[in-house]
């Protein structure tokens, strides 16, 4: 069943020397930046493989270059729109993901070398599975026709896929996220981190539908700190969870059991 996850069950160590980071954002919002810049400053150190958003080469972040960006980076971040029933990730008019939308089947064999760890999508509906609401089912049912199963399968090696299951975060509220995801990054694992930074309180909204699939044996993956590439068939689904009411919200960080894919 479902559980309430501790921060330290999240938490495992084995050190790494260097990283880079790669971003394309098809929005006028700057959460790719964001993270760009702060993985690209100390304590991370990450190597800066390319940026393209409304400051950088807009034209040029396509969905061709995300794969590019994402064979020869531990970490890429793409940032734009979705919708629940295709996987891809689409931009504004002026952005390279406008002519030249970002799919799985863009991906190929591209990402076979296992470079790219951490994927992490700032878009609507593209970590989603249809069966899974939590506190409805125990464990994922998920189906070849789910977003989350189309990527995760385009990329077999990455250890973690972040983003949301349905409804984005708006503009500002996106780099407010982004902000503290990176904060977070510098105790928590990756998961941990995705999941404080999005979680909701009384007064603030972020991003209810946050959603981290994870390759189990990768939970403890931190930004600097990472497991050896060891892979595994089995995932589990981290989500938000409100156990208490409109009035006295109460959003703890749940996991699913693990599940195989389809």
């Given at each position: 069943?479902?559980?309430n996850?501790?921060?330290?069950?999240?938490?495992?160590?084995?050190?790494?020397?260097?990283?880079?980071?790669a971003?394309?954002?098809?929005?006028?919002?700057?959460?790719?930046?964001?993270?760009?810049?702060?993985?690209?400053?100390?304590?991370?150190?990450?190597m800066?493989?390319?940026?393209?958003?409304?400051?950088?080469?807009?034209?040029?972040?396509?969905?061709?270059?995300?794969?590019?960006?994402?064979?020869?980076?531990?970490?890429?971040?793409?940032?734009?729109?979705?919708?629940?029933?295709?996987?891809?990730?689409?931009?504004?008019?002026?952005?390279?993901?406008?002519?030249?939308?970002?799919?799985?089947?863009?991906?190929?064999?591209?990402?076979?070398?296992?470079?790219?760890?951490?994927?992490?999508?700032?878009?609507?509906?593209?970590?989603?599975?249809?069966?899974?609401?939590?506190?409805?089912?125990?464990?994922?049912?998920?189906?070849?026709?789910?977003?989350?199963?189309?990527?995760?399968?385009?990329?077999?090696n990455?250890?973690?896929?972040?983003?949301?299951?349905?409804?984005?975060?708006?503009?500002?509220?996106?780099?407010?996220?982004?902000d503290?995801?990176?904060?977070?990054?510098?105790?928590?694992?990756?998961?941990?981190?995705?999941?404080?930074?999005?979680?909701?309180?009384?007064?603030?909204?972020?991003?209810?539908?946050a959603?981290?699939?994870?390759?189990?044996?990768?939970?403890?993956?931190k930004?600097?700190?990472?497991?050896?590439?060891?892979?595994?068939?089995?995932?589990r689904?981290?989500?938000?969870?409100?156990?208490?009411?409109?009035?006295?919200?109460?959003w703890?960080?749940?996991?699913?059991?693990t599940?195989t894919?389809?």
């Open positions: 069943m479902s559980k996850l501790n921060r330290r069950q999240l938490f495992k160590k084995s050190l790494i020397t260097s990283a880079g980071v971003a394309a954002d098809g929005t006028d919002s700057l959460d790719a930046a964001k993270i760009y810049d702060k993985l690209r400053s100390s304590p991370y150190n990450f800066g493989n390319g940026l393209y958003d409304k400051n950088n080469s807009k034209s040029l972040g396509t969905g061709i270059k995300c794969r590019d960006l994402g064979s020869s980076s531990d970490s890429l971040n793409v940032s734009g729109h979705g919708v629940t029933t295709q996987a891809q990730i689409y931009s504004e008019s002026g952005y390279g993901l406008y002519t030249d939308k970002f799919t799985p089947s863009d991906i190929s064999t591209y990402w076979s070398n296992g470079e790219l760890e951490w994927c992490l999508f700032a878009a609507c509906s593209q970590v989603r599975i249809e069966d899974y609401y939590p506190g409805t089912t125990n464990t994922p049912v998920p189906t070849n026709s789910d977003n989350a199963i189309k990527w995760i399968k385009a990329m077999p990455v250890h973690v896929l972040l983003g949301y299951s349905y409804n984005a975060p708006s503009s500002g509220t996106d780099v407010i996220i982004a503290a995801f990176c904060g977070y990054g510098q105790t928590y694992s990756i998961p941990m981190a995705w999941m404080l930074a999005n979680r909701p309180s009384a007064t603030v909204c972020r991003g209810r539908y959603k981290c699939l994870v390759r189990e044996g990768y939970t403890g993956d930004l600097k700190v990472h497991k050896a590439d060891n892979p595994r068939n089995t995932y689904l981290y989500y938000l969870r409100n156990d208490g009411d409109a009035s006295n919200p109460n703890n960080i749940c996991s699913t059991p599940f894919l389809p």
